[in-house]
């Protein structure tokens, strides 16, 4: 599956190229999601072992900003509404809202999921030694300041509001 590094260290390119992947394994299983036959909870099964993994593949790494963000949401709603289907009030048939795709995958989407992961990739990299290549690259400082203007958005960065928003203590 490997990741794409470019001169710029943007992950754009790389996400685009997740969600093209994973738009394929859908539309592989197109069948299986069009059943009638298959439950809705079955379907998201599938979503989420097959569909979301090939997405989210390496995102421990990633520096989540607002319009990335926003395209994965936007792929992860497309694939819920063909698994939930329309909702019928008053004789009439109309998509669903995105807090009702919420409520119904109980909060737990796409970048929540993300989030999990850097989080759980953070504690494993503090509880390693010292003397691993990663821990060192961690801890490893710039001798410069940084560029003039609106600082780039960091993984530390990110690690961080993850922190504060989840009112994590230690």
């Known amino acids: 599956m490997g990741s ?3 001169v710029s260290n943007s992950i754009k390119e790389e996400i685009k190229e997740r969600r093209v992947l994973s738009t394929k394994a ?7 999601f069009k059943s009638r036959l298959v439950t809705k909870q079955s379907k998201l099964k599938l979503y989420r072992t097959v569909i979301r993994p090939m997405v989210t593949y390496a995102s421990e790494t990633w520096v989540l ?4 963000i926003q395209k994965l949401l936007v792929f992860e709603r497309k694939i819920l509404r063909r ?12 998509i669903r809202t995105n807090e009702e795709l919420d409520k ?25 030694p010292d003397t ?19 600082p780039k958005y ?5 690690i961080t509001q993850d922190i504060c928003q989840m009112k994590i203590k230690n």
């Open 65 to 68: 900003k607002v319009a990335i």
């Open 154 to 158: 960091r993984w530390e960065d990110n």
């Open 83 to 94: 698994i939930f289907g329309p909702s019928k009030e008053n004789q009439m048939w109309r």
């Open 132 to 150: 691993g290549t990663v821990k060192k690259i961690f801890n490893w400082k710039h001798l410069t300041k940084r560029s003039q203007g609106r």
């Open 26 to 32: 859908y539309y592989a299983n197109l069948k299986f």
């Open 104 to 128: 119904l995958i109980k909060h737990k989407n796409i970048i929540n999921h993300i989030k999990a992961q850097r989080l759980s990739w953070f504690g494993h990299v503090q509880r390693m």
């Open 4 to 6: 794409i590094i470019n």
